[in-house]
């Protein structure tokens, strides 16, 4: 089970939070900041597993995380999953938003954190791997983007181009 | 109405979307906090307004404001509003944002059930993905309950993205409501095989997630999952199944040597590096559930120790970490395999990566020995001091203490160097463990005896440089080492040097800085330290000098009668007291020093930490029967006030004990007694037997520490373990001269022995005699203490509630709760799809069907039964490659050729319940039984059949008869009579290596077959430069690397140290493989030892037999009878006399040696099946007779036949 996902750039700011057990809003901020002093003190060339986040506790559980220019993906999950397994997801997840945004960068994750949630809620459901074939993901993202233009006409148009 | 949507559309033109609140926090960075509330009074005015997609923008918003810490909850109710928009756009917001913010606790969750059960059934299939995405996220037992239904009918779904979504949400739905579990779990084990690659992903990913809990109830599925890891190609799927069949191993040995070989090919053929990872696991657990029995163990640990260690030397950090992770699961059961890469586990602790470094310290845990554990140990210090985070350093300094520590202390030679070495640890400043040094300190001093000395004299110095600790105590935990210390020099004051200068140490004022409890304890061990001097002044006559001392504890007691913590402040008063009074008693000369050092006489013994609870109840003691009966609930006290009294009155008599009782109360006293004395915290009027054999033993038979021992007498202020190392070793190397002068005296005259046979330069660990012979007095436990393991499971698990039987039948109250009246109307698409479950448990409604069911049950069980047995029939078709493997049962009618067209399982169902009824009443008993296990029925099946095995008459085969009546379980008795076989046969040997080889074909490359060559070095040289050529024939060809020539070697890819063995596999590309034959080789390598290097060539002759092109396959009767009637296979036949084997040992020899499968068996009849690398069938009849064995055979190449029946007919020879 995948316990967490969670994206913040070199500073910590939270570019995107999932959590797949409830916590408070303060205990999420918490996990946030703990995860990003764990993982922001370690070198470049060093492995990507992290074991010790106190927070999404359990000796169980493990960061695996990756570091794409500014921003961090952060996965915590539990011994049932691959850790290279999940590396390779992460690796899916960047291609997919590179796919979807075009050339992604954090002004994307930014300003359209929604479409990033939308996007992963295409790869993991409730914790758990749905789809790991980026074709497939971004079929789905596409034909409901579809039917979202489909629904607006002029007026309701969400001024998203900006 | 238009006019208000127009209105409400142009206002929201005015409002701000997500990418404005985005922007304008980004432009507020100083006063942040402000503009946010802002905005939420802002999105507040939104949200009152009726327009929905102005509620949308708003609620849109609050996620993200959530994100950055923001609770929304009290927008929970705008949020169910957005939730049921029609338009997707809405819904979408709605229920990311629920899936972002509601949890349990939220109240008005409960509302939302009709839309998410409008939403599931909603035509559109992302009205449908969107509900549930967002439901997996907040579902609760309530809407659980009340979806799972609906959200079964979904796994059914036309589109296997909907399929996909509603299978991977059922495990959420299971862990809120586990009442659901098992009328879905048919449905979901049928998703298994689901068409869509995707839709079979999340099948076995829930089962996973199940399985990891309670593996037990989903052994059943061993087989389709078996099935599914030989076909599928998805490497997510793979690594899940491979993971799980790592859960059930453990469970079921059986299913491991089945795993063994599919592993060993996916280890050498993937090229992904996460599947080779999880393989390597998943063989790792497989060998430690097999405790031994596999011809090829060896092989395959050394097979995925080769391939971890190339992990751990892999330039990416990942691998490495991953590498050393699951080295140490090895590391548990094969120390010795990981020990040997010792070397490469040292290199990680110097890694820059700290994540790899703990790994590494985690393996250092087996790697030590009772001759490197100082070296090791060393190793560490320097990495304590050079450690720049305490978290690293306080997880070295417990990894110090844990090996040194581990298994009771057995690999310390020298306890004073341990000392010192936790003294050193003292220095550490900052670290949280400063009680773990303590507890150390205190348990070897008290354990250990004839450290005490060495221990004392360290401690008080310690307590001498207490300022140093005091200093910046309550900021670090290491000032608890001060509490271990003043203890020990307290209880052991006998063995101080000055023992006045000590205890002034312990009376200074700094020590009121310290801890309370810590004070508490320098108080009360100030005064066993006084007792000790004032008797040894008193011996001495010394009246003045006792004075002095009572005068000093008079003077700076008081400064811990006024300390705040209470239990300091009463202790000190008391003492004060007392020295007070002996004070007046000195004035007198009167001496005192007798009874006070009798306050402290006696000793403290450790006690085992769950000595307690170990205690036996005492026999007739029932903690939990009521000792007066328990006022009846239904009576209450209002009606019958008086009844208590009244009833008390009579039953008073019956307690009263009888005469009989007053045997039953000497023997509770007895026990008490026994108990009491077992109790070290029970103060004894005489000292306990125990004690008494504690303490006469002690002081002679502890050997004292050997004179040679050149400890510095001189005790330094903290000493440097590292000197200890210098004489360990000199102490080694006096002792290795003695051993060799002793052995050379031994030679000559030619006396026996045993152990002591290393002529290597290395000595092994048992060589070393430890500096002080140590008596560890081992941690007392009461008499016949229960040797009860601790249930450590967790009540509060909530995947507890999800270990359900899932082979029992359903029951009518089981079916999930179904909303009738909307059911009708909601079901338009997926009515087609209402689950089978539920049709069948539909059907017995009225009372009059009451007995049907009765019988539908007791099939049901029956069926149960079977489905144990099933898995018990597919764990034994196939051989696996060591112990025989035990033929399936089969119909009594016993004809090869079976006309039906059922499936095999059918078939062996029918068998059973034919032969149940004709015979064996035991085995029917046993079915009405019906244990819920069969892992327990196995049991005790298999004692039935050794009885019966003793009773039968040895005409008949005994294999046979229990054949017929149930599948038999391998690892049954008969097989133990054959001795376990390798498939590796000998090539070549000579005194540098030795050749075995086993030849595999493989399906994949029709023509191909893998040689597997194991060298074994058996000479003290290493074996380097391999090369292996084979001299090519027309039929048969080496395949090797590209731009080689026909005559050049192929290199082996190791080296080969002293006493390894490893394993090199070949490719050979056969033509024809209707004849056997066999090809030179030569094998040349270089042998280099200290003396020099020779090269070395070794001949040998690789036997292809027509049995090596042959592979393994199951066939299922139905097939195998049609294959027969197809009537294009040629027949032959060999005969065989004199055989006395039994026909399951025959049957298994062929199986092994032949790669046959059995497809049927009947008494002493057996059909069998395999097929080539070329596809050719080779059926078999093999019929035992008297003394004499006939098998038929019918193959699509009549040569192939021919050649194979005559290898045969060599193995039977042999029988």
């Known amino acids: ?162 | 109405m238009a006019l208000k949507m127009v209105k409400g559309s142009i206002d929201r033109m005015f409002d701000k979307n997500l990418q404005d609140l985005v922007r304008g926090i980004r432009n507020h960075k100083e006063d942040e906090a402000k503009y946010i509330s802002q905005c939420i009074d802002e999105i507040k005015q939104e949200l009152k307004q009726d327009n929905i997609a102005v509620k949308a923008n708003a609620v849109c918003k609050l996620t993200y404001l959530q994100m950055l810490g923001y609770d929304i909850s009290w927008a929970a109710f705008n949020i169910i509003e957005v939730m049921s928009a029609s338009k997707f756009t809405f819904k979408r917001i709605g229920y990311l944002a629920a899936s972002q913010s509601f949890h349990e606790g939220t109240d008005v969750i409960m509302l939302t059930t009709n839309q998410i059960r409008k939403d599931l059934s909603s035509p559109s299939q992302y009205d449908t993905g969107v509900a549930l995405t967002g439901l997996s996220c907040f579902v609760t037992p309530d809407l659980a309950r009340d979806l799972a239904n609906d959200i079964m009918t979904l796994m059914s779904h036309t589109k296997p993205y909907i399929r996909k979504k509603a299978v991977l949400i059922m495990y959420k739905v299971f862990l809120k409501y586990p009442e659901s579990l098992r009328p879905a779990f048919p449905r979901l084990k049928e998703k298994l095989e689901d068409p869509d690659p995707g839709v079979q992903s999340a099948a076995v990913n829930v089962i996973c997630e199940l399985a990891r809990r309670n593996p037990k109830n989903y052994l059943s599925l061993a087989p389709l999952f078996f099935k599914l890891m030989t076909s599928s190609t998805n490497n997510w799927v793979l690594i899940k199944i491979i993971k799980l069949f790592g859960a059930l191993t453990p469970l079921e040995p059986r299913l491991g040597k089945k795993l063994i070989e599919p592993l060993t090919n996916l280890i050498h053929s993937t090229s992904a590096m996460s599947l080779l990872y999880e393989c390597v696991n998943t063989v790792i657990a497989v060998l430690i559930s097999l405790s031994s029995g596999m011809p090829n163990h060896s092989a395959s640990i050394q097979l995925c120790v080769q391939k971890l260690r190339i992990l751990i030397e892999d330039s990416d950090q990942n691998l490495k970490y991953l590498g050393l992770l699951a080295m140490s699961k090895i590391l548990k059961t094969h120390p010795k395999s990981v020990q040997s890469h010792k070397d490469l586990i040292l290199q990680c602790l110097d890694d820059k990566d700290e994540s790899i470094r703990l790994r590494a310290l985690d393996l250092l845990y087996g790697m030590v020995s009772k001759k490197n554990l100082m070296e090791i140990v060393k190793k560490l210090m320097t990495h304590v001091d050079k450690a720049e985070g305490t978290t690293y350093r306080d997880e070295l300094l417990t990894k110090i203490i844990d090996i040194c520590s581990q298994s009771n202390y057995q690999y310390i030679t020298n306890f004073e160097w341990y000392i010192s070495i936790l003294v050193e640890l003292t220095r550490l400043e900052g670290t949280r463990h400063g009680h773990l040094i303590a507890a150390q300190m205190l348990d070897v001093a008290i354990r250990v005896k004839a450290i005490r000395k060495f221990a004392v004299s360290q401690m008080s110095a310690l307590l001498d440089s207490a300022h140093l600790l005091a200093s910046s105590t309550q900021r670090n935990g290491i000032c608890e080492v001060l509490y271990a210390a003043a203890w020990i020099c307290g209880e052991f004051s006998e063995h101080l040097q000055e023992p006045h200068h000590t205890l002034e140490a312990m009376l200074r004022p700094r020590v009121t800085t310290l801890p309370g409890h810590i004070q508490a304890v320098y108080v009360q061990n100030v005064v066993k330290l006084y007792a000790s001097i004032l008797q040894q002044k008193e011996q001495a006559g010394e009246a003045e000098g006792a004075q002095a001392v009572t005068q000093l504890m008079v003077d700076r007691l008081p400064q811990f009668v006024q300390s705040a913590d209470l239990e300091v402040q009463e202790r000190a008063s008391c003492i004060l007291q007392l020295v007070k009074h002996i004070q007046k008693l000195q004035a007198k000369d009167v001496p005192v020093a007798e009874e006070v050092s009798a306050l402290f006489a006696g000793e403290l013994n450790p006690v085992a930490p769950k000595a307690q609870k170990k205690v036996p109840v005492p026999e007739g003691l029932d903690l939990d029967a009521w000792i007066n009966e328990p006022l009846s609930d239904s009576e209450s006290e209002d009606e019958r006030p008086r009844a208590v009294f009244h009833e008390e009155e009579q039953r008073r008599p019956k307690h009263r004990p009888s005469e009989a009782d007053e045997e039953e109360l000497a023997r509770r006293r007895e026990a008490r007694k026994q108990e009491q004395a077992n109790n070290p915290f029970y103060i004894k009027s005489s000292p306990s037997p125990q004690k008494r054999y504690q303490d006469t033993p002690g002081v002679e038979h502890i050997p004292v520490v050997q004179i040679d021992l050149s400890v510095p007498l001189k005790v330094p202020g903290l000493p440097m373990s590292d000197q200890y190392v210098k004489l360990e070793e000199e102490r080694r190397h006096r002792q290795k001269l003695e051993k060799d002068k002793r052995r050379k005296k031994r030679k000559e005259k030619e006396k026996k022995g045993k152990r002591r046979h290393s002529s290597l330069p290395t000595e092994s660990d048992e060589d070393i005699a430890p500096a002080q012979q140590v008596d560890i007095v081992t941690e007392e436990m009461p008499e016949n203490a229960l040797p009860s393991d601790e249930d450590d499971k967790d009540p509060n698990d909530p995947y507890r509630a999800l270990d359900i039987d899932l082979d029992k039948p359903l029951a009518d109250s089981e079916k999930l709760p179904i909303q009738k009246h909307r059911n009708t109307e909601t079901s338009k698409s997926p009515e087609k799809d209402v689950p089978m479950v539920e049709k069948k448990s539909k059907k017995p409604k009225k009372k009059e069907k009451k007995h049907k069911q009765k019988e539908r049950d007791k099939e049901k069980k029956k069926e149960k039964e079977k489905k144990a047995e099933d898995l018990d029939f597919w764990l034994s078709t196939t051989p696996p490659p060591a112990p025989a493997p035990t033929p399936a049962p089969v119909p009594s009618t016993g004809e090869l050729s079976v006309n039906t067209v059922t499936t095999p399982k059918d078939e062996c169902e029918d068998a059973k319940t034919e032969v149940q009824g004709e015979e064996d009443d035991a085995e029917g008993q046993d079915q009405d039984k019906k244990s819920p296990k069969p892992k327990k029925k196995k049991h005790r099946k298999e004692k039935e059949e050794r009885t019966k095995g003793k009773k039968k008459s040895k005409k008949q085969p005994p294999g046979s008869e229990e054949a017929a009546g149930e599948p038999v379980q391998n690892g049954a008795p008969e097989e133990e009579q054959l001795p376990p076989e390798s498939s590796y046969s000998l090539l070549a040997e000579n005194s540098y290596v030795k050749m075995t080889c086993d030849i595999r074909g493989s399906l994949q490359e029709d023509s191909q077959v893998t040689v597997a060559i194991v060298l074994e070095n058996r000479s003290s040289s290493i074996l380097k430069g391999m090369e292996l050529s084979v001299l090519d024939s027309l039929n048969a060809r080496m395949a090797r690397p590209q731009g080689s020539s026909v005559h050049d070697g192929v290199p082996v890819p190791f080296q080969l140290p002293p006493g390894v063995s490893n394993e090199a596999q070949y490719v050979f590309t056969i033509q024809s493989i209707v004849m056997a034959q066999k090809l030179k080789g030569t094998l040349s390598f270089i042998a280099k030892n200290d003396e020099g290097a020779t090269h070395e060539k070794l001949d040998f002759r690789l036997h292809f037999s027509c049995s090596s092109y042959l592979i393994t396959t199951p066939c299922y009767s139905d097939a195998f009878a049609k294959l027969l009637e197809s009537g294009d296979l040629s027949m032959s036949s060999i005969k065989v006399d004199g055989i006395r084997m039994s026909f399951q040992n025959l049957l298994a020899k062929i199986c092994f040696h032949h790669h046959f499968s059995v497809v049927e068996r009947v008494d002493s009849c057996a059909s069998m099946y395999s097929r080539s690398i070329q596809g050719h069938h080779v059926c078999l009849l093999v019929k035992k007779g008297e003394n004499s064995v006939s098998v038929d055979g019918k193959c699509s190449d009549s040569t192939l036949l021919s050649n194979l029946l005559e290898e045969m007919k060599a193995t039977l020879a042999k029988c």
Not at chain 1, 21 to 43: A, W
Not at chain 1, 120 to 126: D, I, K, N, Q, S
Request: hydrophobic share 40%; glycine share 4%; net charge negative.
């Open chain 1, 1 to 162: 089970m995948i316990k967490a996902i969670l994206i913040f750039n070199n500073h910590g700011k939270p570019r995107l939070s999932k959590f797949y057990q409830p916590y408070s809003e303060d205990t999420q901020q918490q996990i946030i900041r703990e995860t990003f002093h764990l993982v922001s003190k370690r070198d470049e060339n060093v492995c990507n597993f992290l074991e010790g986040g106190l927070l999404i506790g359990g000796s169980d559980n493990k960061l695996i995380y990756r570091h794409y220019a500014t921003l961090y993906f952060v996965f915590c999950v539990d011994s049932s999953e691959s850790e290279l397994g999940i590396l390779d997801l992460i690796q899916v997840f960047v291609e997919t938003l590179d796919k979807c945004f075009e050339n992604v960068c954090e002004l994307d994750l930014i300003f359209h954190v929604d479409k990033v949630h939308n996007i992963l809620a295409e790869m993991v459901m409730g914790g758990m791997v749905l789809e790991t074939n980026m074709n497939e993901i971004v079929t789905q993202i596409d034909a409901q983007n579809k039917l979202e233009k489909s629904e607006t006409f002029i007026f309701q148009s969400p001024r998203q181009d900006r």
